[in-house]
């Protein structure tokens, strides 16, 4: 199937400090890849859709100038954590839809846990 | 609105035991339903998937019915095997875009 990788796979940082977090996918082109943020024992909640070239589309309560994202190629996503906090400390996944798929199925990277100290 | 709720775990079973896990949903429309399973240290697969009522998804064993008038999306398989242990995921989409997921099941089977 097709692979999606993230990097890195954890990261610890300091209270003020931004964190990015790349998705890409290995053997398809994604013209749409999506992050969510999964806390302990809760489901993936989706944070932010992102197309290829355009700006990211945020879900309710997600703040935008918080979580940047960039999906500036049709094989790489960003996911920058600006100014992190402990509260921001989670399990960040993100997938990728493969642009002609006839069906819209999504394929995950592997997660990317991020600790704010 | 639309939200899965999912068996808690966490289950662990003895090899060759049978397995279910509940899914119930929530949802506006009509949505296509998913079963998608984590192994450790990999991202999720899906594992199956069902788009209409009373379809059966079904891979490596497993099976999941679609049944509209229970709202329900059960997974079982009838002899689970260690390779089995993971975390299962049961979710919904409805339209091109969003996945709801359910809190995930984590399965251990012991030798």
């Known amino acids: 199937g097709a692979v999606v990788s993230q990097h890195p796979s954890w990261v610890i940082c300091k209270s003020g400090t931004s964190v990015k977090i790349e998705c890409r996918s290995l053997?398809?082109?994604?013209?749409?890849m999506f992050w969510y943020r999964q806390f302990p024992k809760q489901s993936l909640m989706l944070m932010a859709t992102s197309n290829e070239g355009s700006k990211a589309t945020y879900e309710q309560g997600v703040e935008k100038d918080k979580f940047l994202i960039n999906h500036a190629s049709l094989t790489l996503s960003t996911l920058t954590v600006t100014s992190a906090h402990p509260e921001d400390s989670s399990f960040y996944i993100c997938?990728?839809?493969?642009?002609?798929?006839?069906?819209?199925?999504?394929?995950f990277g592997p997660g990317t846990r991020l600790t704010v100290l | 609105g639309n939200s899965v709720t999912q068996m808690e775990g966490p289950v662990t079973l003895s090899e060759e035991a049978f397995l279910t896990i509940n899914c119930t949903y929530t949802a506006t429309g009509y949505p296509s339903l998913f079963w998608y399973v984590q192994y450790p240290g990999e991202g999720l697969q899906l594992l199956l998937k069902?788009?209409?009522?009373?379809d059966k998804g079904s891979n490596k064993g497993f099976e999941a019915t679609y049944r509209k008038e229970t709202t329900s999306f059960h997974l079982e398989k009838g002899s689970v095997q260690v390779s089995d242990s993971a975390v299962y995921f049961c979710?919904?989409?409805?339209?091109?875009?969003?996945?709801?997921f359910g809190t995930g099941t984590r399965l251990t089977v012991i030798p």
């Open positions: 997938s990728a839809r493969a642009s002609r798929t006839s069906y819209n199925e999504q394929f």
């Open positions: 053997d398809f082109q994604a013209t749409t």
């Open positions: 979710a919904l989409q409805t339209g091109a875009n969003n996945l709801f």
């Open positions: 069902a788009t209409k009522a009373d």
